[in-house]
């Protein structure tokens, strides 16, 4: 695998001190990012207004995330967060008289506090098996009652990945649209909503998506987003601004005025990612992670990871104490990311094998040390 010129490395002025492994969180800033932040700053700071520059800048972080999932950008909705995106999804659903909806448990909380809060929604949440989740497992819980299934393409805890071609498969062929959850996975694994037979896709853009929070992006597929009326819509989410029609296509799902800095940050960001190729950064983030599983169990660190199945994009750890753990590490300048018994590193692009392995190193110490 060729490697990617030392100049994409020095975008990146934080890794001159620091090793980065947080993506699944939060990932390194880029210098064109911070760019475009700043522009955004410097048009109302210098100029006094940025209106008009600040809609271009929708429509082009639009286009490169069309462009990232194979999507038409007419099929993008730009909305605050993924939570807000499955809120908007869920406003739309009662043209449909099915009221079942099937989530996992390996989907983020935020999921099932969205269901929780939709009273008229019956529920049903999908076990994993030993840490993965077999295809049956949709084959049986899926059934014709079923309004949306959702699903994450990656879990956030352990980075296991799903094949969403074969989970559409099922649900289209049971009836219910399929929401997937993308955020742990767009940017560093590739997406293809066409050729998958995505209905709904959403992601956020702070984590691989080498943004800031503020914004997401909500696919809907064009035939469907015609087809629904989202109760969650405002000015943003119509034809012409002041004008009452719903907007021709998934900009229906859109409410109010974007946070235009996340926005400028999103664009150059998203530019970033599509001129280096989500295929190359796959290959990568796959290939130090495999080394990093095996040096970590030669450690006698414990995996959460799931083992066999396709190579995960982050190498979870067991550690009771995760928080803990991390805090010590970041005294050593090493970013990563713990959630609940797990700390989670998770590399992009600009980072190597011996990023890996010198947070490996650095965990191993400090549980000998407790
Ligand atoms: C897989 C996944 N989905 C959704 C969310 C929540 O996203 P947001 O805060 O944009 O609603 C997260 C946050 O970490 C996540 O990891």
């Not at 014709?144 to 393409?153: A, G, I, N, R, W």
């Not at 990945?161 to 498969?169: G, H, L, N, P």
């Not at 290939?287 to 979870?316: E, F, N, R, W």
């Not at 959630?339 to 190597?352: Q, S």
């Amino acid at each position: 695998m060729a490697h990617l010129p030392e100049q994409y490395l020095q975008l990146f002025p934080i890794l001159q001190t620091h090793t980065m492994l947080a993506s699944c969180s939060q990932s390194a800033l880029a210098e064109p990012v911070s760019r475009a932040i700043q522009d955004y700053h410097d048009s109302l700071l210098h100029r006094g207004t940025n209106w008009k520059e600040a809609i271009e800048k929708t429509e082009s972080a639009r286009n490169e995330f069309a462009k990232l999932i194979g999507a038409e950008p007419d099929e993008v909705a730009i909305v605050p967060s993924v939570s807000d995106a499955l809120v908007s999804v869920a406003s739309a659903l009662s043209v449909f008289r099915k009221k079942h909806v099937v989530y996992t448990e390996m989907d983020f909380p935020a999921v099932s506090h969205v269901w929780q809060a939709q009273c008229d929604y019956h529920i049903s949440v999908i076990p994993s098996i030993d840490g993965v989740m077999p295809l049956e497992q949709y084959e049986t819980h899926i059934s014709e009652e079923t309004v949306l299934t959702c699903v994450p393409h990656v879990h956030y805890r352990d980075g296991y990945v799903q094949d969403i071609k074969a989970i559409a498969e099922i649900s289209q062929r049971k009836g219910s649209l399929l929401f997937v959850d993308a955020y742990q996975s767009a940017g560093h694994i590739p997406i293809d909503v066409k050729e998958w037979g995505v209905d709904i896709l959403a992601a956020g853009t702070r984590k691989y998506l080498l943004g800031i929070p503020g914004v997401a992006f909500l696919y809907v597929r064009k035939e469907l987003a015609d087809a629904l009326k989202p109760k969650a819509s405002a000015w943003f989410g119509r034809e012409n601004g002041f004008d009452g029609a719903y907007a021709k296509d998934a900009r229906r799902f859109q409410t109010g005025t974007p946070a235009f800095i996340s926005i400028y940050a999103a664009a150059a960001a998203l530019s970033l990612l599509n001129h280096i190729g989500v295929s190359y950064i796959r290959n990568h983030v796959k290939t130090i992670c495999a080394d990093a599983c095996h040096y970590a169990a030669a450690k006698g660190l414990q995996l959460a990871s799931a083992q066999g199945g396709v190579q995960p994009g982050m190498v979870a750890i067991r550690d009771e104490r995760a928080s803990e753990t991390a805090e010590l590490l970041k005294k050593k300048k090493v970013i990563c990311a713990p959630r609940d018994e797990v700390i989670r590193l998770a590399p992009h692009f600009y980072n190597t094998k011996e990023d890996m392995r010198h947070a490996i190193d650095e965990i191993a110490v400090k549980m000998i040390d407790k």
